[in-house]
């Protein structure tokens, strides 16, 4: 069993920055999975895909967040992050933490939110 805790959400002024972390256990599972990645929705939407890498550290970003957010993972520390930078206010959203061992996302984090707001 895969669990996954998302830290680091908040509020943040559109232009700005913010770091989220996604914590997986148990320790070293990390080394097993194929990907990992996050999602974000909100209210009455569907969600939607943000950034996903895989084992091999290939990544794949929605259109929307393509030159603005960045995914990496530290498998020493068994966390995946995403930074956040020039924020806009559709990055409003609730953001999850997924793993699986397929491209398919098996595994949930329970969530963080994010608004952006002036």
């Known amino acids: 069993q895969v669990q996954l805790v998302e830290s680091g959400g908040g509020l943040v002024q559109p232009g700005g920055s913010l770091r989220l972390s996604c914590s997986c256990a148990p320790s070293g599972i990390i080394f097993t999975l194929y990907m990992m990645g996050w999602y974000r929705q909100v209210p009455g939407k569907e969600r939607e895909l943000v950034a996903t890498t895989t084992k091999s550290e290939t990544t794949n970003y929605a259109d929307s967040v393509k030159g603005r957010f960045t995914i990496s993972r530290d498998n020493a520390k068994n966390t995946v992050y995403l930074q956040m930078n020039n924020v806009k206010l559709e990055d409003t959203a609730a953001y999850y933490c997924?793993?699986?061992?397929?491209?398919?996302?098996?595994?949930w984090g329970q969530g963080t939110q994010i608004t952006v707001s002036s």
């Open positions: 997924t793993a699986s061992y397929s491209p398919t996302p098996e595994y």
